[in-house]
């Protein structure tokens, strides 16, 4: 978050200076006094088709159901036909036009419109100096220029709306009315703003009395509903009323009748937001031992609201800036709503790429109404095949007349079937059914006390255990012949090493079940230690594995033939509740982290085993495969009591996975249960609800609770009413009105920390940002322009050009001459000479382990051919010999000699398709180098020329050519330019 809001402010303090030098310039000019009389109209145009295509024709196509009268939206999300989602939300074309199209309004047509608007209104105010203060109107002017673009980024669905109007009204209508654009719109705007709320008090008072709909959840309520119908004038004018000074219409009582309520802030702004969770943090020990105040499903579940509301903080703005949510504005409310998970988010704020919210968490197993209403928005009307009273059917993704006409009185809609969010999955599995019989106990007992042993294995304290005295002195009696711990805890029905000869726990028969496991968890050690059955290490481990079990047994009060004792001892330690009473087990206290390091994270997981078990009964039963599962739990898995600080941190922390045992106590129920948490994303249906609707439902509460003192927790206002959500939005209201399990405070979503619009709008606009890329420009135009110098100016070799890898002279790698090694012993028969192309016999490479050279032009002499004249050291050497068949820039060490090549074909590429990898090459066609008849000019086919064997040139032989001749076939050696080689590289 601090990150988001660093590069906010990095981005603003360089857009401010770029917005002022481009309006200051834009201003400067005369393109809007010249074109004045056309320029408006056109950007009103454009402001109204652009508002119109994107604020109503894409949310309508990509609705739930479009129009209510389609019963699938047009516009599909890439999820929709998913029936579980597995990923992220995919960015579909129309995203990406909506968040454009928003992009070019926001920031291109309305400063426009607004530029355009000042410059003409400021030359028609110094025109007609008399009519008004001047000053007053330049204000007047500059406020309201202020009010249209602060109004384009708070509540952009609605400004178009607004401009028509404003343009309709004052220059076709009553233009003599006018008192400049900018003024006008301010007017148009305060006007439209009433109007909407008239419309959706209208609609939410329409919907809430219709009468084949209402439902009447007290005796009052029948009788109010006729007497209402007459004072239907009366009830207009208090809408009217209402809408002029943004007050709420509750209905009282929940019935029929409305009244006009005070007038309230629209932003709705609370006292408190925050709230209180009950952990052991924030409780006394005594406290969590004996009452456990937090036990209540309401104060655990809270946790889920709280980071779903993290992962809104993340996503929200991106989500509204895609259209994921349809329309919006400051005080919208919406329901998130899931399989378990019922939230309504009420948007306080939006602002430029920011949206301040409020989340508040409904209960998980609500009433029967709040149930009522939950199917009602979850539930599809596709199947609805009635009309009136008949039901002849639809055609096909159309809506039936009935479910049409039923979707239109409804005082919500649905915006979207499938928005994706992160989240946690929660299974619940009830512990009872899982340790009904003694052989499961018996497993659960056989984990408990392998992960014992592996956690003494693993602790980096075992050499200092093994060598306490006081430790040793309490164990050495196990050692005895004879010896058994006969506590009545212990039985043959749960314990697998019971030893019913002595009628207890003895090491023989300890060994006899886990001296294996033993062995293999100190064979895992990265320091040997002794592993015989009646070493240090196996003492110890039969110590703790008895004290762990006695003390479940001491916690279940010692009746372990009982089921709901020995849930309740389980539970008492797996929250970290060890009463350790016999005396023989005091030896423990010598290190508590025997108990914190190794007993009490072995009874959790040993849960976690257990739960595994019956997936799949026999996949622990080698060593190897459940030491491996206990360290892959270890490293991802977090088992934790619900009430422990850290199982509120794993989950704010998003750990992939969370196990606890929580015991559910209520009125109702008294159980236990495990639950398991999985992080995935998950599918939430997203209904938009009238906003005079919940300030209404809600102004209605509190009258009825704190001015007329009605406190029946079953009271006809809180019933169910389909068409209004009442109760959902009732129970949503902050305490003691309603009943929220979890109120977020304020929170703050930034469009930069949505990762997909991050993706397609790019970074933060930023000083370093900007360096940078002038930076990274300067390299590549840096490594571009050396390239091409090199090769002689070929554009091709630049970074921005393409084609062929070819070279020019300086960008050949040192040329290779023949050594007596790679010419002796091969022969003296010459070749015929002749300018044709000659087969090229094998030659063998020196082996010193350099690279091998390039192709020569031409190849050295082969063997038997007569030595010319040694060279000279220096001097000037003579120029080539001209050839009819070569121009001068085809030269051998030209751009396109085949010793520059790069790629396939070339000396250093891969063979081509085709070339032989040894023997003789394919004689290709002769090439006429018109040179001397004693000079054979011999050489391989350019085809074949990376297969060609390589010489070294490390010292001059007398079999090298020389002379005239000699020099012209050994050029200089001269290095490749390290900045063109991976530019030629990568073109193939």
């Known amino acids: 978050?601090?990150?988001?809001?660093?590069?906010?402010?990095?981005?603003?303090?360089?857009?401010?200076?770029?917005?002022?030098?481009?309006?200051?310039?834009?201003?400067?000019?005369?393109?809007?006094?010249?074109?004045?009389?056309?320029?408006?109209?056109?950007?009103?145009?454009?402001?109204?088709?652009?508002?119109?295509?994107?604020?109503?024709?894409?949310?309508?196509?990509?609705?739930?159901?479009?129009?209510?009268?389609?019963?699938?939206?047009?516009?599909?999300?890439?999820?929709?036909?998913?029936?579980?989602?597995?990923?992220?939300?995919?960015?579909?074309?129309?995203?990406?036009?909506?968040?454009?199209?928003?992009?070019?309004?926001?920031?291109?047509?309305?400063?426009?419109?607004?530029?355009?608007?000042?410059?003409?209104?400021?030359?028609?105010?110094?025109?007609?100096?008399?009519?008004?203060?001047?000053?007053?109107?330049?204000?007047?002017?500059?406020?309201?220029?202020?009010?249209?673009?602060?109004?384009?980024?708070?509540?952009?669905?609605?400004?178009?709306?607004?401009?028509?109007f404003t343009v309709l009204l004052f220059h076709f209508d009553y233009p003599r009315l006018s008192q400049g654009f900018l003024l006008d719109y301010f007017l148009m705007s305060l006007l439209c703003s009433k109007l909407w709320d008239l419309l959706y008090k209208l609609r939410f008072v329409l919907t809430y009395i219709a009468p084949w709909q209402i439902t009447w959840g007290s005796a009052f309520h029948a009788f109010a509903q006729p007497f209402a119908v007459p004072h239907s004038a009366m009830l207009f004018v208090q809408a009217l009323l209402s809408a002029l000074f943004s007050t709420p219409l509750n209905p009282l009582l929940g019935s029929a009748v409305f009244l006009?309520?005070?007038?309230?802030?629209?932003?709705?702004?609370?006292?408190?937001?925050?709230?209180?969770?009950?952990?052991?943090?924030?409780?006394?020990?005594?406290?969590?031992?004996?009452?456990?105040?937090?036990?209540?499903?309401?104060?655990?579940?809270?946790?889920?609201?709280?980071?779903?509301?993290?992962?809104?903080?993340?996503?929200?703005?991106?989500?509204?800036?895609?259209?994921?949510?349809?329309?919006?504005?400051?005080?919208?409310?919406?329901?998130?709503?899931?399989?378990?998970l019922n939230a309504l988010v009420h948007l306080i704020e939006v602002g430029n790429g920011l949206v301040t919210f409020q989340l508040r968490g409904l209960e998980?197993?609500?009433?029967?109404?709040?149930?009522?209403?939950?199917?009602?928005?979850?539930?599809?009307?596709?199947?609805?095949?009635?009309?009136?009273?008949?039901?002849?059917?639809?055609?096909?993704?159309?809506?039936?007349?009935?479910?049409?006409?039923?979707?239109?009185?409804?005082?919500?809609?649905?915006?979207?079937?499938?928005?994706?969010?992160?989240?946690?999955?929660?299974?619940?599995?009830?512990?009872?059914?899982?340790?009904?019989?003694?052989?499961?106990?018996?497993?659960?007992?056989?984990?408990?006390?392998?992960?014992?042993?592996?956690?003494v294995s693993r602790s980096p304290k075992l050499e200092a255990w093994l060598s306490h005295e006081g430790i040793s002195a309490a164990l050495r009696p196990v050692r005895a012949p004879g010896y058994a711990d006969s506590d009545p805890t212990f039985s043959l029905s749960v314990d697998e090493d019971y030893d019913l000869r002595l009628s207890g726990l003895s090491l023989p028969s300890f060994c006899a079940v886990h001296l294996e496991w033993i062995q293999y968890c100190a064979s895992r050690r990265s320091q040997p230690v002794d592993q015989d059955w009646n070493s240090p290490l196996v003492t110890l481990c039969f110590g703790l594995c008895v004290l762990g079990r006695r003390a479940l047994g001491t916690a279940s009060h010692s009746m372990s033939a009982s089921l709901e004792p020995f849930l309740y001892g389980l539970h008492a330690l797996f929250k970290g509740d060890f009463r350790i009473t016999s005396p023989r087990d005091e030896w423990v206290f010598a290190d508590m982290d025997l108990l914190h390091r190794v007993v009490a994270p072995g009874v959790r997981m040993a849960l976690k085993l257990h739960q595994d078990h019956f997936t799949s009964p026999d996949e622990y039963e080698e060593p190897a495969a459940l030491y491996d599962a206990i360290a892959a739990n270890e490293e991802r898995l977090v088992i934790s009591h619900e009430g422990d600080p850290a199982w509120r941190s794993a989950i704010l922390s998003n750990?992939?996975?969370?196990?606890?045992?929580?015991?559910?106590?209520?009125?109702?129920?008294?159980?236990?249960?495990?639950?398991?948490?999985?992080?995935?994303?998950?599918?939430?249906?997203?209904?938009?609800?009238?906003?005079?609707?919940?300030?209404?439902?809600?102004?209605?509460?509190?009258?009825?609770?704190?001015?007329?003192?009605?406190?029946?927790?079953?009271?006809?206002?809180?019933?169910?009413?389909?068409?209004?959500?009442?109760?959902?939005?009732?129970?949503?209201?902050?305490?003691?009105?309603?009943?929220?399990?979890?109120?977020?405070?304020?929170?703050?979503?930034?469009?930069?920390?949505?990762?997909?619009?991050r993706a397609l709008w790019g970074g933060p606009v930023s000083l370093g940002a900007i360096a940078r890329w002038l930076l990274h420009s300067w390299e590549r135009l840096h490594k571009g322009c050396g390239a091409g110098c090199n090769s002689g100016g070929n554009v091709d070799d630049s970074d921005c050009g393409g084609g062929g890898g070819l070279t020019s002279l300086s960008n050949n790698p040192p040329l290779a001459h023949p050594t007596p090694e790679n010419t002796a012993g091969t022969g003296d028969q010459p070749l015929p000479p002749g300018p044709g192309w000659g087969p090229r016999p094998p030659l063998s490479s020196s082996g010193d382990g350099r690279p091998p050279p390039l192709l020569q032009w031409p190849p050295p002499r082969l063997p038997g051919l007569p030595p010319a004249s040694p060279a000279p050291t220096e001097g000037p050497r003579p120029s080539r010999p001209p050839g009819p068949g070569l121009l001068c820039s085809e030269g051998p060490s030209g751009k396109w000699s085949l010793g520059?090549?790069?790629?396939?074909?070339?000396?250093?590429?891969?063979?081509?398709?085709?070339?032989?990898?040894?023997?003789?090459?394919?004689?290709?066609?002769?090439?006429?180098?018109?040179?001397s008849p004693d000079v054979s000019t011999?050489?391989?086919?350019?085809?074949?020329?990376?297969?060609?064997?390589?010489v070294d040139s490390s010292a001059p032989e007398s079999g090298t050519p020389t002379g005239a001749l000699g020099d012209w076939l050994s050029p200089a050696e001269e290095r490749e330019s390290p900045a063109a080689q991976p530019l030629l590289e990568h073109q193939y």
């Open 260 to 340: 006009m309520s005070y007038a309230r802030p629209l932003k709705f702004w609370e006292r408190d937001y925050n709230t209180k969770r009950v952990d052991h943090s924030n409780t006394r020990l005594v406290t969590q031992l004996d009452r456990n105040p937090g036990a209540d499903d309401n104060n655990l579940n809270s946790i889920f609201y709280e980071h779903l509301t993290r992962s809104l903080q993340h996503t929200l703005c991106g989500d509204l800036v895609l259209g994921r949510w349809g329309n919006y504005g400051p005080g919208d409310c919406f329901v998130l709503a899931s399989d378990y």
């Open 938 to 950: 011999d050489a391989s086919t350019p085809g074949v020329a990376q297969d060609a064997p390589r």
């Open 655 to 757: 750990t992939p996975s969370l196990l606890a045992l929580r015991h559910v106590l209520d009125d109702a129920s008294d159980e236990y249960k495990i639950i398991m948490l999985n992080r995935r994303h998950l599918s939430f249906r997203v209904i938009k609800v009238n906003r005079e609707c919940v300030r209404g439902l809600w102004a209605g509460q509190q009258q009825e609770l704190v001015f007329l003192r009605n406190r029946n927790p079953e009271r006809g206002s809180i019933q169910n009413a389909k068409q209004a959500l009442r109760n959902m939005i009732n129970s949503s209201c902050d305490q003691p009105l309603g009943y929220p399990i979890y109120v977020s405070p304020l929170t703050t979503s930034l469009a930069g920390s949505h990762p997909q619009l």
């Open 1 to 164: 978050m601090r990150q988001s809001v660093r590069e906010v402010l990095h981005s603003d303090l360089v857009m401010c200076v770029v917005i002022a030098v481009l309006t200051f310039a834009v201003s400067a000019s005369t393109v809007f006094i010249a074109l004045k009389s056309v320029l408006g109209f056109v950007l009103y145009a454009l402001a109204g088709a652009v508002g119109f295509f994107t604020h109503y024709l894409l949310p309508q196509l990509r609705k739930q159901l479009p129009w209510f009268c389609l019963s699938q939206p047009v516009l599909k999300p890439l999820e929709y036909s998913q029936y579980e989602v597995r990923g992220a939300a995919q960015v579909m074309w129309f995203e990406k036009l909506y968040a454009g199209l928003q992009c070019v309004e926001k920031y291109l047509i309305y400063p426009a419109v607004v530029l355009n608007a000042l410059t003409v209104d400021a030359h028609a105010v110094v025109s007609h100096p008399d009519k008004f203060c001047l000053y007053c109107r330049a204000l007047l002017m500059t406020v309201a220029g202020l009010k249209l673009l602060r109004s384009a980024f708070c509540c952009p669905p609605q400004q178009y709306l607004t401009l028509a």
């Open 900 to 931: 520059g090549r790069k790629g396939l074909g070339g000396p250093e590429g891969e063979p081509a398709s085709g070339s032989p990898k040894e023997g003789t090459p394919k004689s290709q066609a002769p090439l006429d180098l018109s040179l």
């Open 364 to 455: 998980f197993r609500g009433t029967y109404c709040q149930q009522r209403e939950v199917e009602a928005i979850t539930e599809g009307v596709e199947e609805d095949e009635g009309c009136c009273c008949c039901e002849p059917g639809h055609l096909p993704r159309v809506l039936s007349f009935n479910a049409a006409f039923g979707q239109r009185w409804l005082a919500w809609e649905v915006t979207a079937s499938k928005y994706v969010l992160e989240g946690y999955s929660i299974s619940d599995n009830n512990a009872a059914s899982m340790l009904q019989v003694f052989d499961l106990r018996k497993i659960l007992i056989t984990y408990y006390v392998k992960s014992i042993i592996y956690y």
